[in-house]
Nanobody, 126 residues
Framework: QVPLVESGGGLVQAGGSLRLSCAAS????????MGWFRQSPGKEREFVAA????????YYADSVQGRFAISRDKPKNMLYLQMNSLKPEDTAVYYC???????????????????WGQGTQVTVSS
């Protein structure tokens, strides 16, 4: 069973919105932190947003602060990323990730996350 499955990517014009979803199952359930990362061709995977599963406290990259919102539905084990005012530079494959250990100082670090989804493509046209 794949622990994380993303959906909701697609093609949108600049200024538009998309909502990504991530369904957690199996070993990913109960992770202390869950997050979204993205990767563009030729670039390293970068942090987008994260949430502390229990408290709901959220963290964002400066580049998306004020435009993106991460949220979770605890009973459904679902993670979401609402993306507004999208820009062409937001184009990337977006990954959902889960960190069972949940060390706060590593919440923005991809290496801290043990489980990853397969990714969903987001393309923003100018």
């Amino acid at each position: 069973q794949v622990p994380l499955v993303e959906s909701g990517g697609g093609l949108v014009q600049a200024g538009g919105s998309l909502r990504l979803s991530c369904a957690a199952s199996g070993r990913a359930i109960g992770a202390r932190h869950m997050g979204w990362f993205r990767q563009s061709p030729g670039k390293e995977r970068e942090f987008v947003a994260a949430i502390r599963w229990s408290s709901g406290h959220t963290y964002y990259a400066d580049s998306v602060q004020g435009r993106f919102a991460i949220s979770r539905d605890k009973p459904k084990n679902m993670l979401y990323l609402q993306m507004n005012s999208l820009k062409p530079e937001d184009t990337a494959v977006y990954y959902c990730a889960a960190d069972p250990g949940g060390i706060l100082s590593s919440i923005r670090t991809a290496a801290a996350y043990d489980y990853w989804g397969q990714g969903t493509q987001v393309t923003v046209s100018s």
